[in-house]
């Protein structure tokens, strides 16, 4: 996934992968998101899918393979950690914080046989017990646009603070 | 007001915030330790200007003319090797005006240059400038007044690199007392040596750094606060309670100087080398291998201890290194007395096969760091203590003494390794200064 291709336009609005769509699509799972309705999140994702957030100040290419995250999940930790934070003892999400996604300057990177590279940036704020954690940085997808709905295969929210001032990251940036 | 402040020698007040009754079996720990901007101020001084602080692994700065800038112990430094191969640690404050003179966090550099007026340093710490005669004497060149500071003191134990602000400081082998033997632990584990992988976790606690010292060594939290990290491995198949899983190797011991370590059988896979049904039958074999390995460099009892037991270590003031699920080293250091940055790092072997790599990074974290399905509620239980002592005129102490009218050696879910830590701080705060 290569976020500084140049945009092509005909790339992007062609065939049915409309960056439109991909818009309403980015805003419906952010809807999910805000709403804390992660096992309906988590049904976005393909089987296999991965997502991860890379250590902060490593370049594009960083992989988990050789280097430490913060997040690096496979299809099947993905699904432990939505069920564990839906447990109440998930004490870092007990009581459970409020939380708004934002997405924007949404690009479609590549798309071959209807699989589409998404890039966007994002602003996450949660607040819980007086204190307002601000997240931000850009999501890097792969979505598997033949699927119907659409599935993502690959997320990865890669961080711009250069340490993590929040502390924790209990929810889902 | 604090009544440190209010006492003219606050020595005796320091030695107050413990009270250890050891007919009644009580040991209680003054909440205002956790809160007291005063009683901080006096650690900077007693404890971080005085213990010896890591800075960072040998692995960091592998090649000739690698740095590093780190703050430790409240000082911005510069870590580093010269073009001999030479470890250094400098104050990274410019001998002219003082600006930092290293602004990367890390790389490979012939030389450093401060930016501000120019002034330039070889990378074993001598002033480098070729002014113009005239300028400046004879003394910046040859007198050492123009080279950047060097800490007072820098030592290393197995690739452990370690620093001492106090120039009369005991070496590093004897502050480090019996620590060293769990360091070797660890540090025998690959015939190669062992590596700090990538660049590390960086990220804050909003509580006293006192409590992440006790929280890393605590076993008695595991199940209550964990239990969803429990429930993961009970469904991805590897809470496995059979053979290995020897609760004989539950104990806990004090190693001196405040440092103490808790060892214990575990449920979780241990990439050197405790494989689980969660890694996939690919790995069984290579896993086996390496377990065999350290049978045979080691013997039977040094071999499995190491590829079996869990080993949570402290070494005082703030450094832990937890073999554990994946081996990861943590340093943290207050902010101020509410608030604590934390540095933590994985460590495997050099040269680690590439597939054991992957499993040692996903077994990290799956239960270490702020994503990880512990941690993250680990620093929650922090914030909340500290939260707690909000309320602390009227409800003042903290209870650690769970284990002491045990008869015998305590064990890893007592809180004696949490004793030992407060006995050496009450022992440091009110030494003369």
């Known amino acids: 996934m290569n976020a500084d291709s140049p945009i092509a336009d005909d790339l992007a609005m062609s065939g049915s992968c409309t960056r439109a769509k991909v818009e309403n699509f980015l805003y419906h799972e952010a809807a999910l998101l805000d709403g804390w309705r992660i096992e309906e999140w988590f049904a976005l994702f393909a089987e296999g899918a991965t997502y991860e957030?890379?250590?902060?100040?490593?370049?594009?290419?960083?992989?988990?393979?050789?280097?430490?995250?913060?997040?690096?999940?496979?299809?099947?930790?993905?699904?432990?950690?939505?069920?564990?934070?839906?447990?109440?003892?998930?004490?870092?999400?007990?009581?459970?914080?409020?939380?708004?996604?934002?997405?924007?300057?949404?690009?479609?990177?590549?798309?071959?046989?209807?699989?589409?590279?998404?890039?966007?940036?994002?602003?996450?704020?949660?607040?819980?017990?007086?204190?307002?954690?601000?997240?931000?940085?850009?999501?890097?997808?792969?979505?598997?646009?033949?699927?119907?709905?659409?599935?993502i295969r690959s997320k990865r929210s890669v961080l711009d603070m250069d340490m993590l001032y929040p502390g924790k990251l209990s929810i889902i940036i | 007001m604090s009544i440190v402040a209010a006492l003219p020698d606050s020595s005796g007040a320091y030695a107050g915030m413990i009270r250890e009754d050891r007919e009644r079996h009580l040991f209680r720990v003054a909440r205002q330790a956790f809160t007291d901007e005063a009683v901080l101020e006096a650690e900077r001084r007693q404890i971080f200007d005085r213990c010896w602080l890591y800075i960072g692994h040998g692995s960091e700065i592998a090649g000739n003319c690698d740095f590093l800038?780190?703050?430790?112990?409240?000082?911005?430094?510069?870590?580093?090797?010269?073009?001999?191969?030479?470890?250094?640690?400098?104050?990274?404050?410019?001998?002219?005006?003082?600006?930092?003179?290293?602004?990367?966090?890390?790389g490979n550099a012939l030389s450093f240059r401060c930016f501000y007026h120019g002034w330039s340093f070889n990378v074993?710490?001598?002033?480098?400038?070729?002014?113009?005669?005239?300028?400046?004497?004879?003394?910046?060149?040859?007198?050492?007044?123009?080279?950047?500071?060097q800490v007072p003191r820098l030592e290393s134990y197995r690739d452990f690199w370690f620093i001492n602000f106090d120039r009369n400081a005991v070496p590093l082998p004897d502050y480090l007392a019996q620590a060293k033997e769990f360091i070797d632990l660890v540090a025998d584990q690959?015939?190669?040596?062992?590596?700090i992988i990538g660049s590390g976790q960086q990220y804050i606690i909003k509580a006293n750094w006192k409590l992440l010292a006790e929280n890393s060594v605590d076993a008695f939290h595991g199940l209550p606060t964990h239990s969803t990290y429990f429930d993961y491995l009970q469904n991805v198949g590897s809470l496995r309670m059979g053979k290995g899983f020897d609760a004989s190797a539950n104990r806990m011991t004090d190693l001196g100087n405040g440092h103490a370590v808790i060892e214990y059988g575990s449920p979780w896979g241990r990439p050197i080398a405790r494989w689980v049904p969660a890694w996939g039958e690919e790995t069984r074999d290579v896993v086996q291998r390496l377990r065999q390995g350290l049978i045979r460099r080691f013997g039977e009892v040094r071999g499995l201890r190491m590829a079996e037991t869990?080993?949570?270590?402290?070494?005082?003031?703030?450094?832990?290194?937890?073999?554990?699920?994946?081996?990861?080293?943590?340093?943290?250091?207050?902010?101020?007395?509410?608030?604590?940055?934390?540095?933590?790092?994985?460590?495997g072997p050099c040269g680690e096969d590439a597939a054991l790599r992957k499993l040692r990074l996903f077994n990290f974290l799956e239960f270490l760091g702020p994503g990880g399905f512990a941690?993250?509620?680990d620093q929650e239980a922090l914030?909340?203590?500290?939260?707690?002592?909000?309320?602390m005129r009227e409800a003042g102490w903290n209870d650690i003494s769970k284990g002491m009218p045990r008869a015998g050696a305590p064990r890893n879910d007592d809180e004696e390794q949490m004793r030992c830590f407060w006995r050496e701080w009450r022992r440091r705060m009110t030494a003369a200064a």
Request: with cysteine; charged share 25%.
């Open chain 2, 383 to 391: 914030e909340n203590c500290q939260r707690g002592y909000r309320n």
């Open chain 1, 53 to 151: 957030v890379p250590p902060t100040g490593d370049g594009d290419e960083t992989d988990p393979a050789t280097s430490l995250f913060y997040i690096a999940d496979d299809y099947v930790r993905l699904r432990e950690r939505v069920t564990r934070l839906l447990k109440k003892d998930a004490h870092s999400e007990f009581p459970r914080s409020r939380q708004r996604h934002m997405v924007s300057n949404v690009r479609v990177t590549a798309l071959v046989d209807g699989v589409a590279d998404v890039a966007c940036n994002f602003v996450t704020y949660r607040a819980r017990r007086g204190v307002v954690d601000t997240y931000y940085g850009q999501h890097l997808y792969r979505i598997d646009c033949n699927a119907a709905p659409w599935r």
């Open chain 2, 310 to 347: 869990s080993r949570n270590m402290i070494i005082f003031p703030n450094l832990v290194i937890n073999d554990i699920m994946a081996i990861t080293v943590r340093t943290f250091y207050p902010e101020a007395a509410d608030r604590m940055a934390v540095s933590a790092w994985a460590l």
């Open chain 2, 69 to 106: 800038t780190r703050s430790v112990g409240g000082r911005e430094l510069i870590f580093n090797r010269d073009r001999g191969g030479a470890v250094h640690a400098f104050l990274n404050t410019c001998p002219h005006r003082g600006a930092t003179v290293v602004r990367e966090s890390k």
């Open chain 2, 124 to 149: 074993n710490g001598r002033f480098a400038s070729r002014f113009e005669e005239g300028n400046y004497g004879k003394d910046h060149y040859d007198g050492g007044c123009a080279d950047l500071v």
């Open chain 2, 190 to 195: 690959a015939e190669a040596g062992m590596e």
């Open chain 2, 375 to 377: 941690t993250p509620d």
